[in-house]
């Protein structure tokens, strides 16, 4: 029976403010209205409820400062917290500007580039391949270099031994020669041997030898690295363009 | 309630620039020209609404100034955005506006209207409250009084049950009046207001002394 009557209380107080403004139900009115025949508390709550709502009737009125009539400037300004408001369209703008220029610089040191590192786009094997085994020779050559002292001793003893029979002098130096000449050839045959494989992969790449697994090679010159740039300065360039544009055209509109 | 109003809800006295009557017209008319970007014709809702939406305004942030700002931002809001409006209650319309420009300026300024109203009271003469014509000079000050303990109230209240509060007790809308200003369901409104109209009573009740003797809260035996 506490718990009811509680409810009841709870509800009639929920309902108390609708009531007063007439927007309760008939039904429900009709039970606030016996409710309250019989509970001071509610009874109380009403009063002072009812109270509350004339005073705040009463509150008096306040004059307008001024008056608010709207002047063709003020209709023509841009809104404050416009997204195409002058200050940021400027800035849009701008930003537009500068990937614009990024974007041709790309695109312009990649056509520059290109042709300066290959030379002729049919011909490209034959002549790195050349490169390739110049390169190679180059490091046979000092692979000799590095060989001779090990073999200096020979000549040595050779050019000691010549002296002695003086008519065999020149005799020994052809043979010193091809001594080191045939422990240089091993060393040519083994660059040769590499150069064929070395070409292809050279031919396909392009701008430099990266595929080579070479760490010396810039990054300048990663044409991946060109693509990606071309890529993603021209995905915002377009989009940064189609957004001044449009603010372009909702300015012109006078919004 | 004590509102001033000249003219009917729908009515219109459109002046030249000397003030002399042209014609009367008819809001729906207006709101037409103003569609078709005639800004005078949009002035003249201006004219006629300024005072509610001022004092809407004013109740809901307890600073005059801000309240000025709320308003011009409202009416500028309103004349960009009247293109949109497809009938129905056009004070609903535009006091749905002035209460969304008043969340701004409270969302903004972070400010909770009972500091506002410190500085409000500092300076008594900036009172502009309006005196009804039937009472006289001293039941004039009584009320004024009134209407700063209530500001005091409604101040304690949270921004969305003091407009409510406001727009049913100081405004007079009904419930579904209410709902169409908020946005919020018929139930919504009516849990705030309850919730809003015990938490007022409760505050004058413990404040008791701060308002005039007529107007003190009695009640009976608990």
């Known amino acids: 029976m506490a718990l009811l009557t509680k409810d009841i209380h709870k509800t009639t107080k929920e309902d108390l403010s609708a009531y007063l403004d007439g927007e309760l139900s008939a039904k429900d009115a009709a039970a606030v209205k016996q409710h309250l025949a019989a509970c001071g508390a509610c009874a109380w709550e009403k009063q002072t409820l009812e109270q509350t709502r004339r005073l705040l009737a009463q509150v008096p009125r306040v004059a307008v400062p001024r008056s608010f009539a709207l002047r063709e400037a003020q209709v023509r300004a841009p809104q404050k917290a416009g997204f195409f408001a002058p200050a940021r369209t400027l800035y849009l703008r701008g930003v537009t500007a500068v990937v614009g220029v990024l974007l041709s610089a790309i695109l312009l040191g990649d056509a520059w580039l290109r042709p300066a590192l290959m030379p002729a786009a049919a011909p490209v094997p034959a002549s790195v391949t050349f490169d390739a085994q110049a390169v190679q020779a180059t490091e046979v050559t000092s692979m000799t270099l590095k060989a001779a002292p090990a073999e200096t001793p020979m000549p040595e003893a050779t050019a000691v031994r010549a002296p002695a029979p003086s008519e065999g002098t020149p005799l020994p130096e052809p043979t010193t020669a091809p001594a080191v000449a045939g422990a240089a050839s091993p060393a040519v045959e083994e660059g040769r041997g590499g150069g064929p494989e070395a070409t292809p992969e050279v031919a396909v790449n392009g701008y430099g030898a990266r595929e080579q697994g070479e760490t010396h090679a810039p990054l300048w010159a990663d044409l991946r690295l060109w693509r990606a740039a071309e890529g993603v300065l021209g995905a915002l360039f377009v989009t940064l363009l189609g957004v001044t544009l449009a603010g372009w055209r909702k300015t012109a509109r006078g919004m | ?222």
């Not at chain 2, 030249?16 to 809001?27: A, H, L, N, W």
């Not at chain 2, 004013?58 to 293109?83: H, K």
């Not at chain 2, 169409?180 to 139930?187: A, I, P």
Request: net charge negative; proline share 3%; glycine share 8%.
């Open chain 2, 1 to 222: 309630m004590l509102k001033s109003r000249n003219l009917s809800s729908s009515e219109f006295i459109c002046g030249s620039e000397s003030g002399r009557i042209v014609r009367t017209m008819d809001e729906r008319e207006l709101i037409a020209q103003s569609q078709g970007g005639d800004i005078r014709a949009f002035n003249q809702l201006v004219l006629k609404y300024q005072s509610t939406v001022y004092n809407l305004a004013y109740r809901i942030l307890g600073d005059p100034d801000a309240a000025a700002d709320a308003t011009q931002d409202a009416f500028v809001s309103a004349y960009r955005a009247i293109e949109r409006f497809r009938g129905g209650s056009f004070k609903a319309w535009l006091l749905r506006i002035v209460t969304n420009a008043c969340y701004d300026q409270l969302r903004v300024k972070q400010r909770r209207p009972t500091e506002s109203l410190d500085d409000m009271l500092v300076e008594p003469e900036h009172d502009a409250n309006l005196r009804d014509e039937s009472e006289s000079p001293e039941e004039f000050t009584l009320r004024q009084e009134l209407g700063q303990v209530i500001q005091y109230g409604l101040g304690g209240l949270p921004a969305d049950q003091r407009v409510v509060l406001i727009l049913s007790d100081i405004e007079g809308m009904s419930y579904e009046e209410i709902a169409e200003v908020t946005n919020v369901s018929l139930g919504t409104v009516k849990s705030r207001l309850s919730r809003a109209r015990s938490k007022l009573r409760d505050y004058l009740l413990h404040n008791g002394e701060l308002l005039p003797a007529v107007y003190r809260l009695q009640g009976g035996n608990m």
